[in-house]
């Protein structure tokens, strides 16, 4: 659980789609998160997925799980300068949630 | 239903001091989790408590230490303070749901030990 990995960097053009990607470490995780910082701030709950699921969508949100390669992503359509922020997966295993070191997306205007 | 409430929102402390962070989690919650977060380490977990009882602990000095009391609020304290201690402290709150367990965040208290 400790070594759950993350592109440090991203940039996307407003309007664009952004792709975070997210490699976990434990394959009996049973639930897996995205959460969102902007500064200053706490970490929010953006969304999460079973780990049944192949993917899930909530809005401009789409979340994709490939269990074989454990690997997770967050693509955010229609990006707009509102979600440059920094982007943690994180897994539960054992009631003790495991962090990603975060992504930061920057949007250009 | 009111968030996580994490109280100072800042601190300012000088090595040698101690510190003690305070937590309200959301209504309900029973279980407080904390977490250090700098820039070059990232998010790092300190502890989780219970129902009063520590139940799960990170890779910290013993200079750390938290407790929660009966009405699930929880306090952490850090003694002997260091100027690597400077960080942002995150408090988070859970409850098992249907749709798996969920850490609610604060906003954090940001500390800086000078």
């Known amino acids: 659980g400790e070594d759950v990995e993350q592109s440090l960097f991203l940039s996307v053009r407003e309007g664009d789609s952004s792709v975070i990607n997210c490699t976990y470490t434990?394959?009996?995780?049973?639930?897996l998160y995205w959460y969102k910082q902007e500064p200053g701030a706490g970490l929010q709950l953006l969304t999460y997925?079973?780990?049944?699921?192949d993917m899930k969508q909530d809005q401009r949100l789409t979340v994709l799980l490939n269990k074989k390669d454990k690997h997770l992503s967050l693509r955010i359509a229609d990006t707009q300068t509102g979600d440059s922020a920094i982007y943690f997966c994180?897994?539960?295993?054992?009631?003790?949630?495991?962090f990603g070191t975060g992504t930061s997306l920057t949007v250009i205007p | 239903k009111a968030g996580v409430t994490q109280t100072p929102r800042y601190l300012i402390k000088t090595r040698g001091q101690q510190v003690t962070l305070s937590c309200s989690p959301i209504?309900?919650?029973?279980?407080v989790s904390w977490y250090q977060q700098t820039p070059g380490q990232g998010l790092q977990f300190l502890f989780e408590?219970?129902?009063?009882?520590?139940?799960n602990k990170g890779n910290f000095p013993g200079r750390f230490s938290g407790r929660q009391f009966s009405n699930s609020r929880s306090e952490m304290n850090v003694s002997t303070l260091e100027l690597g201690d400077s960080a942002l402290y995150l408090c988070?709150?859970?409850?098992?749901?249907?749709?798996?367990?969920?850490?609610?965040f604060g906003s954090g208290t940001q500390l800086s030990v000078l």
């Open positions: 408590y219970f129902s009063e009882t520590q139940r």
């Open positions: 988070a709150s859970s409850s098992p749901d249907r749709g798996g367990e969920k850490l609610f």
């Open positions: 434990d394959s009996s995780s049973t639930y």
């Open positions: 994180a897994e539960n295993i054992g009631n003790q949630f495991y």
């Open positions: 997925i079973f780990s049944n699921m």
């Open positions: 209504s309900g919650h029973r279980s």
